[in-house]
T-cell receptor
Framework: GESVGLHLPTLSVQEGDNSIINCAYSNSASDYFIWYKQESGKGPQFIIDIRSNMDKRQGQRVTVLLNKTVKHLSLQIAATQPGDSAVYFCAENTGANSKLTFGKGITLSVRP | DAGVIQSPRHEVTEMGQEVTLRCKPISGHNSLFWYRQTMMRGLELLIYFNNNVPIDDSGMPEDRFSAKMPNASFSTLKIQPSEPRDSAVYFC????????????FGNGTRLTVT
């Protein structure tokens, strides 16, 4: 997408290491959270979601952790690969509908 | 599944011209969303529809922007007249109308207004 990279915080990791991407959300009433991955020239792609009645959810190589006490969400990527290089967004939903509010995004850069 | 399809992928136009962006949501999805992405403001929701009915257009910047959804498989976002500050990537997304249903995005239309 147009906005990736230049003004976003960047996380640089070595290929094969684990990555942890953090997100602070703003609305204590939010009860559904999603992580998206956006590669250059593409739309955001769904990675994993979590409901507020959970504090951890695992997918394939990814884990999302939710701490409602401090309104913090994190995405863990195991054995990071070059294909994981992208901008990652967290999004929150108050549950009234599917209207999502997106964070600013973090660029993940994987070093070979 | 073909996913959400947007056209055109790129649009370059002169200030004052009318621009129409198009979206075909995923078949069976009954919610449709238009987002705009810029460096300064990130992803912003412009408007969304449930069952072809506009529900919330509070994110539409001004009267120059309008969106329609004449049927379940097609939506347009129109800017008339366009201005240079409208330059951005416009994304369409669709989902099911149900609590906690993720949005699925198209690959966007990159709009440049000169």
């Amino acid at each position: 997408g147009e906005s990736v990279g230049l003004h976003l915080p960047t996380l640089s990791v070595q290929e094969g290491d684990n990555s942890i991407i953090n997100c602070a959300y703003s609305n204590s009433a939010s009860d559904y959270f999603i992580w998206y991955k956006q590669e250059s020239g593409k739309g955001p792609q769904f990675i994993i979601d979590i409901r507020s009645n959970m504090d951890k959810r695992q997918g394939q190589r990814v884990t999302v952790l939710l701490n409602k006490t401090v309104k913090h969400l994190s995405l863990q990527i195991a054995a990071t690969q070059p294909g994981d290089s992208a901008v990652y967004f967290c999004a929150e939903n108050t549950g009234a509908n599917s209207k999502l509010t997106f964070g600013k995004g973090i660029t993940l850069s994987v070093r070979p | 599944d073909a996913g959400v399809i947007q056209s055109p992928r790129h649009e370059v136009t002169e200030m004052g011209q009318e621009v129409t962006l198009r979206c075909k949501p995923i078949s069976g999805h009954n919610s449709l969303f238009w987002y705009r992405q810029t460096m300064m403001r990130g992803l912003e929701l412009l408007i969304y529809f449930n069952n072809n009915v506009p529900i919330d257009d509070s994110g539409m910047p001004e009267d120059r922007f309008s969106a329609k959804m004449p049927n379940a498989s097609f939506s347009t976002l129109k800017i008339q007249p366009s201005e240079p500050r409208d330059s951005a990537v416009y994304f369409c997304a669709s989902s099911l109308i149900q609590i906690n249903s993720p949005l699925h995005f198209g690959n966007g239309t990159r709009l440049t207004v000169t």
